[in-house]
């Protein structure tokens, strides 16, 4: 499978790179700042192109099977998430691709209350409702389109680098817990759940959320 990969240097997109390599997929990184290249491993191609520009995106996608975007913009800068998701959507239809966009989590519901993630301080402190407000507003742009083929991942409460042991469970609108009410992953797993969505997609037009 050939795939462009927005985000590869942050921890999700990168974790989404290595798993992608690992299965011997053809993986171009797309870049605003070629700079940025020299941190990348061997075997992945490198494209300059920006996540909020249509015509950057319609082009690094063009032959490719698949677009994973895992970007994330700075502190105060949250609503380029739209803006991204916006062009990222018109680009990869107009190449013809597919595209996975991994979101927050903020727009799924917390199981034992009813409420949002955004909505609920258990899961979600405060200082961080702006991304969180992005992520949602960013889903509701992909699900107001009719046109891509479109997949958003959602993941879990509580991300973080850890270990890869391929296990994980799938849910699509309701925060993914354990026993204990937790809702958490390692990037390295959230990757596998996602590359097991890129090679058989069952959730086109609809978000999915992994956990352990």
Do not use: N
Not at 87 to 98: I, K, P
Request: glycine residues 8%; proline residues 5%.
């Amino acid at each position: 499978m050939k795939i462009t990969l927005f985000g590869a240097t942050g921890m999700i997109g990168g974790s989404a790179m290595r798993e992608a390599l690992s299965r011997g997929h053809e993986v171009t990184v797309a870049l605003r700042d070629r700079g940025k290249a020299a941190r990348l491993p061997d075997g992945v191609q490198v494209a300059e192109a920006d996540a909020a520009s249509v015509d950057d995106v319609a082009r690094v996608a063009a032959g490719q099977d698949l677009v994973i975007s895992a970007t994330r913009p700075p502190e105060g800068h949250e609503r380029l998430l739209v803006v991204m998701a916006q062009a990222l959507l018109r680009g990869t239809c107009r190449a013809g691709s597919r595209l996975l966009l991994v979101g927050g989590a903020g727009s799924l519901r917390v199981p034992s209350s009813g409420l949002l993630v955004i909505e609920d301080e258990a899961y979600l402190p405060r200082q961080y409702r702006p991304i969180a407000q992005a992520c949602s507003d960013q889903l509701a742009v992909c699900q107001t389109d009719r046109d891509t083929s479109w997949t958003y991942a959602s993941p879990p409460a509580l991300i973080a680098p850890g270990d890869r042991t391929g296990a994980y469970r799938l849910g699509e609108d309701d925060l993914v817990v354990d026993e204990a009410g937790v809702s958490r992953i390692s990037a390295e797993d959230f990757a596998v759940a996602l590359l097991d969505e890129a090679e058989q997609p069952r959730h086109l037009r609809r978000r999915f959320t992994a956990a352990y």
